[in-house]
């Protein structure tokens, strides 16, 4: 079906900027430059720089960024790691993959882990928190750390979604998702805020030691400088190509977070007088949303869907069930209150830069049109 107004739109943003990802990757392939190469270490020092550490590590996908995170962080066997099961599956995989234990808390109104849950989650093997800072809305770092602090826990970061999302701090610096654990971890893939053509994710720390294991992990736990192999790994290598897109990707990346504000605006003030939906404007002027997914809550979400794909709006429901029930987490006794009433009602939006106002505007409509 041809969608008036599709969820993602590769082809548009591919368009928009044709020329210069065609020449980058002439100047790319004419190089011969194709493993780890300039363009690699460019993307680097870049996101670096524009998530504010001190390093960044390219890797295959935002999964391999989050194992490697906790692999570098020495968490494995016998550790527990505490996080949330509203998030994409890869966030509870990984803490399987490197042999420790998921011990999943509830989430809050924002979709994030509640703050107020994590302390009765730790038990002496817990080794960290891995926060997912959902739908491009950090989690409450302020108390988080705090309480990480207080119980000798590492952070991991899940930011997939929260690419340039940021948080006001006490002190009254801006922090950006990535910045405050030991390790923040990205997803790249096509459809999230910053995404490559293809498979692509990124790790930020400023953890010197972290850097150093992550790119020991990320390519089977060689030193390219003394050609050594320190561990055995996997080749989670993010490819040069990709990096050069990216790096072309980066200028645009300021003023695509400011559109997709920009869009959710359109959608809070379309339908913020229409009683049976709950918005993702949680009110807290301490946060700077990046708006990943526009996540609506209603109860009626099934209708709604068939009624906006008869009308040729596309939307998607991430997460619309807990993923403690699916076969690859059985058998568990676990219920997570919230986590299971939002899994019935979320719906996503359309939401990226490409998105035009009309289209904004004819989405308002249909959804007001289901409602009145
Ligand atoms: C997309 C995503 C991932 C996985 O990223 P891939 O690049 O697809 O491996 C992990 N966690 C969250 C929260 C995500 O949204």
């Not at 993602?8 to 065609?22: A, G, I, S, T």
């Not at 803490?95 to 420790?100: E, H, K, T």
């Not at 096509?190 to 720390?205: D, H």
């Not at 190509?241 to 559109?259: C, D, E, F, S, T």
Request: charged fraction near 25%.
């Amino acid at each position: 079906m041809k969608y008036k107004v599709p969820f993602v739109n590769y082809p548009k943003q591919y368009q928009d900027h044709k020329k210069e990802y065609l020449e980058k990757l002439d100047d790319v392939f004419s190089r011969g430059d194709l493993i780890m190469r300039k363009d690699l270490e460019e993307f680097e020092r870049k996101f670096a720089g524009f998530v504010g550490t001190k390093y960044a590590v390219g890797v295959n996908s935002g999964t391999s960024a989050i194992y490697v995170a906790l692999k570098a962080a020495g968490i494995g066997f016998r550790d527990e790691v505490i996080t949330v099961a509203h998030t994409f599956i890869a966030s509870i995989s990984c803490i399987y993959l490197v042999g420790a234990k998921p011990v999943l808390v509830d989430i809050g109104e924002d979709f994030n882990m509640d703050v107020k849950k994590i302390e009765s989650a730790v038990t002496k093997r817990t080794k960290a928190i891995e926060v997912v800072h959902l739908n491009g809305r950090l989690c409450d770092m302020e108390k988080i750390m705090a309480i990480a602090k207080k119980r000798k826990l590492l952070i991991i970061e899940d930011a997939s979604q929260a690419v340039g999302a940021k948080m006001k701090m006490k002190n009254g610096e801006w922090k950006k998702a990535g910045s405050f654990g030991i390790a923040g971890c990205f997803s790249l893939y096509p459809a999230k805020i910053l995404g490559a053509f293809g498979n692509a994710g990124v790790l930020a720390t400023n953890n010197s030691e972290i850097a150093k294991k992550a790119r020991l992990l990320r390519y089977n736990g060689e030193d390219r400088e003394t050609r050594t192999f320190y561990c055995h790994s996997h080749n989670l290598l993010l490819d040069n190509a990709q990096a050069a897109l990216l790096n072309v990707k980066m200028k645009y990346l300021p003023g695509w977070i400011k559109r997709r504000i920009k869009i959710a605006n359109l959608y809070y003030n379309g339908l913020k007088d229409v009683p049976a939906i709950k918005l993702p404007h949680f009110g807290d002027s301490r946060f700077y949303d990046a708006y990943f997914h526009y996540v609506i809550r209603v109860s009626d979400r099934e209708n709604l869907k068939s009624f906006l794909r008869s009308k040729g709006v596309e939307t998607i429901v991430s997460t619309g069930f807990p993923n403690y029930r699916q076969p690859a987490m059985k058998p568990n006794k676990i219920f997570l209150k919230n986590t299971e009433e939002i899994c019935k009602e979320v719906i996503s939006l359309p939401m990226y830069p490409e998105l035009t106002n009309e289209q904004a505007g004819y989405v308002i409509n249909c959804v007001k049109e289901f409602y009145y």
